[in-house]
């Protein structure tokens, strides 16, 4: 009798489907670099919004429909961008509290204004594979930072997507879709990167 109720609460939990966690890697950096960094104190706050962004999604297709996916943005977010302003200056500290007049000669603020994941499963005649979009945009804002005035808003954005073979075993696994995001995040690295490694946060000559 114990073993037919352990049996009914495993396949109760099966036919509900799966909720899974995961976070995307925090080792994606920008490639560029700058020959001279600049030498600005640089201040860089990241918003309650971007630092906690998380992710969920069910799959747009029947196939896998039962499973849930968490994707935690947060962490590799801040880890990117923060690499991304430290390939253009060499005095950067990252900030918990938007910084007041005078702590830097200069601030950005990173603020997330959209996101976007879709996972499908596409069944096939050999094989089933698992596919994603993403899609992240964010706002960086520059500063004075003797007076905390804003200077200019840049959009930058970064997309990604990804196509795995998802037959087997591990077909339903949340790494069978983080490539995606990996990627999208890489080229919003990248972007960040060389705008500030070609001056978008330093005054204008004559200012």
Request: glycine share 6%.
């Amino acid at each position: 009798m114990r073993n037919i109720l352990v049996i009914l609460i495993i396949g109760s939990f099966i036919l509900a489907g799966c909720i899974h966690f995961k976070e995307v890697s925090t080792n994606i950096a920008p490639t560029a670099t700058a020959p001279q960094k600049y030498t600005a104190k640089m201040g860089v706050y990241f918003t309650p919004r971007l630092r906690n962004c998380m992710v969920t999604r069910k799959p747009d297709t029947m196939y896998g429909g039962a499973h849930e996916y968490n994707y935690v943005w947060g962490p590799s977010l801040v880890a990117a961008l923060t690499k991304s302003v430290q390939s253009a200056y060499a005095d950067v500290k990252v900030v918990n509290e938007p910084p007041k007049p005078g702590d830097f000669e200069r601030v950005l603020v990173f603020d997330l204004s959209w996101v976007d994941l879709v996972v499908e499963f596409v069944p096939g005649y050999l094989r089933q594979e698992a596919k994603a979009k993403a899609l992240i945009k964010v706002n960086m804002e520059v500063y004075d930072g003797k007076t905390i005035k804003l200077l200019k808003t840049m959009p930058v954005e970064g997309k990604g997507s990804s196509l795995k073979d998802a037959s087997g075993f591990v077909a339903y696994a949340s790494m069978q879709f983080t490539a995606a995001m990996e990627e999208a995040f890489q080229q919003l690295s990248e972007i960040v990167s060389n705008l500030l490694i070609m001056g978008a946060a330093e005054p204008r000559k004559g200012t």
